[in-house]
């Protein structure tokens, strides 16, 4: 699996550790949600950094107390076709402020990371076959939208008007 942006493949420093690995001192681990929730203390005590992982069919209140803690967010789609990662995404950033790296996996379309970015997503692991040129096709077709979004900085039509409306 690749990891990339929007701008194409990144270098990722992030190992996924099973449930019963031991702890790695000073690295970077993605672990399940019931390994983050049952050792959460020696997790964070041991790792420089720690991820976690969940499907899309998460209690997000259960992520809730971790988020100023967690690095690293990984939603897995489950098909193409599930799209409770795109909400996941806009109520971590907007309603719950988090502010880490906020990465999605699984079967998805390059048409796709669009509207991810859009919602807060930041990374994507990809498969071999994923298409980095339909990607930055895909990214750069639209330069404005009508709706805003989990990110800030992207202008909406209105704003780009009428400068200054907000």
Known sequence: MAVVDRNGPIADSWKRLADDAPVPQGGSVIVSLARLKSDDNALFAAAKNVGVEFAGDVNLEEVLAYLPRLSLIVARLTTMRDGRPFSIGRLLRERHGYKGDLRAAGP???????????????????????????????????????????????????????????
């Open 108 to 166: 998805f379309i390059p048409d796709q990371v669009l509207f991810l970015l859009r919602v807060g997503f930041t990374t994507f692991e990809v498969d071999e076959g994923f298409s980095i040129d339909a990607l930055k096709r895909a990214v750069a077709a639209f330069t404005a939208w009508y709706q805003r979004s989990a990110t800030p900085a992207t202008p909406t039509v209105i704003e780009l008007r009428h400068p200054g409306n907000k």
